[in-house]
């Protein structure tokens, strides 16, 4: 059984950063496609950035690109997501998600089979 369990979330003035982290347990993050969505109330589950199994491709949302970074520590069995410089539309709840058979980065929240429970985000003017 895959589990996530993000942490990390919290209240934070704009311009600020936040580091979310996401631990995995039941399969190895470096065999999977781990992937961070995001959800505001009202809003559709929306893609934020994914990092390929291979760890040799990250790929990032048009609206983050530049101020997020996606990294993984294989020996902690994590995943963490960077955010710098954020603003209020980055408010959300933010999820981690894994593909365990994907070969392709995907930004459909259906192709990723594992969730976590989320952590939220504001970001206060």
């Known amino acids: 059984q895959v589990q996530l369990v993000e942490s990390g979330g919290g209240l934070v003035q704009a311009g600020g950063s936040l580091r979310l982290s996401c631990a995995v347990s039941g399969r190895g993050v470096s065999g999977c496609i781990m992937g961070w969505f995001r959800q505001a109330p009202g809003k559709e589950r929306e893609f934020v950035a994914a990092i390929h199994w291979s760890g040799a491709t990250t790929h990032y949302a048009e609206s983050v690109k530049g101020r997020v970074t996606m990294t993984r520590d294989d020996a902690k069995n994590a995943v963490y997501l960077q955010m710098n410089s954020l603003k209020p539309e980055d408010t959300a709840v933010y999820y981690c998600?894994?593909?365990?058979?994907?070969?392709?980065?995907?930004?459909?929240?259906?192709?990723?089979?594992?969730w976590g429970q989320g952590t939220q985000v504001t970001v206060t003017v």
């Open positions: 998600a894994a593909d365990l058979s994907g070969d392709y980065i995907s930004e459909q929240p259906t192709d990723f089979g594992f």
